[in-house]
């Protein structure tokens, strides 16, 4: 297959030392977006869809843009479905998070039919880089990322998920169980 | 007491609205025009190679989406090509073809965002928002196909972490119109402006011999006329597949590298569309159980598939790549990207060094602004396209 070397240098010539020609046509690009917008912004705003939007930016916090479902945000531990976390402590998204931010402390679980069960499950979520080798190296699907929550902030310095935050059963953050509650309804 | 004629000592940066990325330019002023200069460049220092070396083959990856943020994908793919050098595997063609697109569609993100910053500093709002709306539908399209937008972590050593979704294709087909609009009005806005052509011809230059010596890569040695482009003269993945044409300038000014940028997003386009024309069916990672992770059937559903799944992730155990060096080129927006790895078979790197494309030119800034205006090194060091997490790594 050819590839060809092309010259693409652009020597001024007279159109362009004259500069008025060059400038009308730049004015005349940005006054058609300005008058194509403001036609798509007007009619939208009396309820008629047009094919574009105005503009690509969004109405953030009011009007949210849609994320693809591969969207990596925050994490969550998935149950089974009587309810028990699926989380069988293999320690293995421990070992494979380059960032160290994941802290297991496994212990005996309750149930006599399981054998191991994460008595202490800790995410550093400002540690974390959103790899998502964590979700791709658990073996029981036991953790996800797949909530398409991308604002994740606090108060503090130390934002750590515990146990009963990534399970949903706290209530220190009401409105991000609400979508983890969702989530939940959808696995099953 | 300061003699009319003795230089003034000016300090740009490291936190000047025009040096993005963080770097220091020592000037030496007499009046508005610069007699010498010196860089001061290492702000960004994060340790990359150092953090490596303690981190399986897999993991390193992660730390190249940091490189050059811009177009993280051109570097995942870069290094994973280096370690599947070592293992001396071949991954399947559809994971070869989507890398092309990946590619590109990356080096139209880096150009794109190039150019606006480049003009934007010049004065030129209106098209830096025109671009950054192009970016913004490149952004969708990564997003797409990895699940993040910037750290796109999608490679793998030995294919990828997975396989485009379906509608992919069509995505990208339906997204190529838009981004040639915008290109196009860029195009219009600037290419043939008097201003901006003022502000920028003869600005910077570099002759081929210099820049050769310097050892300039990518748009900054193309601009000066030497037709070099790793996917033409060292072919990787299946690029010699595909017909594109090479930009060539001749004065090596900030004006040629601007045109090259632009005729590059072109290009870039047509190898998508041509790619996408040809993609192949199959796999997308090479079928070795010692290098790719198994089907998730396969480890929710079996005990070899649970097996191999420890035996790639545990501590000390994972791929293991023979004894040995390999140095591996790809051709990033900004220039030949290489990374250089050693194994001593182990699970990690005993050493992974990473060339960046735009050192050189870095590098070479008290050369090109030597005996330009104080303002005029603010379009020069934005042709340069100088990215701070891969210049300090
Ligand atoms: S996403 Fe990556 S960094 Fe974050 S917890 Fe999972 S493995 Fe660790
Ligand atoms: S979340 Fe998955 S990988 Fe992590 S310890 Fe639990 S079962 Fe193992």
Same mark, same amino acid.
């Given at each position: 297959?050819?590839?060809?070397?092309?010259?693409? @240098?652009?020597?001024?010539?007279?159109?362009? *030392?004259?500069?008025?020609?060059?400038?009308?046509? $730049?004015?005349?690009?940005?006054?058609?977006?300005?008058?194509?917008?403001?036609?798509?912004?007007?009619?939208?705003?009396?309820?008629?869809?047009?094919?574009?939007?105005?503009?690509? @930016?969004?109405?953030?916090?009011?009007?949210?843009?849609?994320?693809?479902?591969? #969207?990596? $945000?925050?994490?969550?531990?998935? +149950?089974?479905?009587?309810?028990?976390?699926?989380? @069988?402590?293999?320690?293995? &998204?421990?070992?494979? &998070?380059?960032?160290? &931010?994941?802290?297991?402390?496994?212990?005996?679980s309750p149930n006599p039919n399981v054998e191991k069960f994460p008595e202490q499950f800790n995410i550093d979520v400002l540690r974390c880089c959103f790899c998502g080798y964590c979700a791709e190296a658990c073996p029981k699907d036991a953790i996800r990322m797949d909530l398409l929550e991308p604002e994740i902030s606090g108060y503090t310095r130390d934002i750590i998920f515990t146990k009963d935050f990534l399970l949903g059963v706290t209530d220190d953050r009401p409105w991000e169980n609400a979508r983890l509650e969702a989530a939940y309804e959808e696995d099953k | 007491m300061l003699s009319p004629s003795a230089p003034m000592t000016l300090s740009m940066g490291p936190s000047h609205p025009a040096t993005h990325g963080i770097i220091r330019i020592n000037l030496q002023l007499d009046g508005e025009r610069v007699v010498d200069s010196t860089v001061d460049m290492g702000f960004l220092h994060r340790g990359f190679e150092k953090m490596c070396e303690t981190h399986a083959w897999n993991q390193a990856i992660v730390y190249t989406d940091r490189l050059n943020y811009v177009s993280a994908m051109i570097n995942n793919i870069g290094y994973c090509m280096a370690v599947e050098g070592l293992l001396e595997i071949e991954t399947p063609p559809r994971c070869q073809t989507l890398r092309v697109i990946l590619s590109e569609l990356s080096r139209v993100e880096d150009h794109l965002t190039c150019l606006a910053a480049q003009v934007m500093e010049c004065g030129a709002l209106t098209a830096f928002l025109?671009?950054?709306?192009?970016?913004?539908?490149?952004?969708?399209?990564?997003?797409?196909?990895?699940?993040?937008?910037?750290?796109?972590? #999608?490679?793998?050593? $030995?294919?990828?972490?997975?396989?485009?979704?379906? *509608?992919?294709?069509?995505?990208? /087909?339906?997204?190529?119109?838009?981004?040639?609009?915008?290109?196009?009005?860029?195009?219009?806005?600037?290419?043939?402006? +008097?201003i901006f052509i003022d502000r920028v011809k003869d600005v910077g230059c570099m002759t081929k011999e210099e820049a050769i010596d310097w050892g300039f890569t990518g748009p900054l040695l193309r601009a000066t006329g030497v037709p070099f482009d790793v996917r033409r003269d060292t072919p990787y993945l299946n690029y010699d597949e595909f017909d594109f044409e090479i930009p060539i300038g001749s004065n090596g000014d900030v004006y040629d590298r601007y045109v090259i940028r632009l005729f590059e997003m072109e290009q870039s386009l047509q190898i998508i569309e041509q790619a996408l024309e040809k993609l192949p069916e199959g796999p997308v990672n090479v079928d070795d159980m010692s290098i790719t992770l198994p089907a998730k059937e396969d480890v929710y559903g079996n005990i070899e598939g649970l097996i191999n799944q420890? /035996?790639?992730?545990?501590?000390?155990?994972?791929?293991?790549?023979?004894?040995?060096?390999?140095?591996?080129?790809?051709?990033?927006?900004?220039?030949?990207?290489?990374?250089?790895?050693?194994?001593?078979?182990?699970?990690?790197?005993?050493?992974?060094? &990473?060339?960046?494309?735009?050192?050189?030119?870095?590098?070479?800034?008290?050369?090109?602004?030597?005996?330009?205006?104080?303002? *005029?090194?603010?379009?020069?060091?934005?042709?340069?396209?100088?990215? $701070?997490?891969?210049?300090?790594?």
């Amino acid at each position: 297959m050819q590839k060809k070397v092309t010259n693409v @240098t652009i020597n001024p010539g007279l159109k362009e *030392d004259i500069y008025y020609v060059e400038v009308f046509r $730049g004015l005349w690009i940005t006054n058609r977006h300005f008058v194509v917008n403001m036609w798509r912004h007007t009619l939208r705003l009396f309820g008629i869809k047009t094919k574009e939007k105005g503009a690509v @930016t969004y109405q953030y916090p009011e009007e949210r843009r849609p994320i693809h479902h591969r #969207w990596r $945000g925050r994490h969550r531990l998935t +149950r089974k479905q009587d309810g028990s976390m699926r989380c @069988t402590a293999c320690m293995l &998204c421990e070992t494979i &998070c380059p960032c160290n &931010c994941i802290h297991i402390v496994p212990g005996e679980s309750p149930n006599p039919n399981v054998e191991k069960f994460p008595e202490q499950f800790n995410i550093d979520v400002l540690r974390c880089c959103f790899c998502g080798y964590c979700a791709e190296a658990c073996p029981k699907d036991a953790i996800r990322m797949d909530l398409l929550e991308p604002e994740i902030s606090g108060y503090t310095r130390d934002i750590i998920f515990t146990k009963d935050f990534l399970l949903g059963v706290t209530d220190d953050r009401p409105w991000e169980n609400a979508r983890l509650e969702a989530a939940y309804e959808e696995d099953k | 007491m300061l003699s009319p004629s003795a230089p003034m000592t000016l300090s740009m940066g490291p936190s000047h609205p025009a040096t993005h990325g963080i770097i220091r330019i020592n000037l030496q002023l007499d009046g508005e025009r610069v007699v010498d200069s010196t860089v001061d460049m290492g702000f960004l220092h994060r340790g990359f190679e150092k953090m490596c070396e303690t981190h399986a083959w897999n993991q390193a990856i992660v730390y190249t989406d940091r490189l050059n943020y811009v177009s993280a994908m051109i570097n995942n793919i870069g290094y994973c090509m280096a370690v599947e050098g070592l293992l001396e595997i071949e991954t399947p063609p559809r994971c070869q073809t989507l890398r092309v697109i990946l590619s590109e569609l990356s080096r139209v993100e880096d150009h794109l965002t190039c150019l606006a910053a480049q003009v934007m500093e010049c004065g030129a709002l209106t098209a830096f928002l025109y671009t950054m709306k192009a970016r913004e539908y490149v952004y969708e399209l990564i997003e797409m196909a990895c699940g993040a937008r910037v750290t796109t972590n #999608w490679t793998r050593v $030995g294919g990828l972490s997975m396989d485009v979704p379906p *509608d992919f294709a069509d995505a990208i /087909k339906a997204r190529i119109p838009s981004i040639r609009i915008v290109n196009d009005e860029f195009n219009k806005l600037l290419t043939k402006n +008097r201003i901006f052509i003022d502000r920028v011809k003869d600005v910077g230059c570099m002759t081929k011999e210099e820049a050769i010596d310097w050892g300039f890569t990518g748009p900054l040695l193309r601009a000066t006329g030497v037709p070099f482009d790793v996917r033409r003269d060292t072919p990787y993945l299946n690029y010699d597949e595909f017909d594109f044409e090479i930009p060539i300038g001749s004065n090596g000014d900030v004006y040629d590298r601007y045109v090259i940028r632009l005729f590059e997003m072109e290009q870039s386009l047509q190898i998508i569309e041509q790619a996408l024309e040809k993609l192949p069916e199959g796999p997308v990672n090479v079928d070795d159980m010692s290098i790719t992770l198994p089907a998730k059937e396969d480890v929710y559903g079996n005990i070899e598939g649970l097996i191999n799944q420890f /035996k790639l992730i545990m501590d000390g155990h994972g791929i293991k790549p023979p004894p040995g060096e390999y140095y591996s080129a790809v051709e990033a927006p900004n220039g030949e990207l290489g990374f250089y790895v050693v194994s001593t078979g182990e699970d990690k790197p005993y050493k992974c060094r &990473c060339r960046p494309p735009c050192f050189p030119f870095t590098a070479a800034i008290p050369k090109m602004i030597k005996g330009h205006l104080v303002s *005029d090194i603010v379009p020069i060091f934005g042709s340069i396209n100088m990215i $701070g997490g891969e210049l300090d790594r």
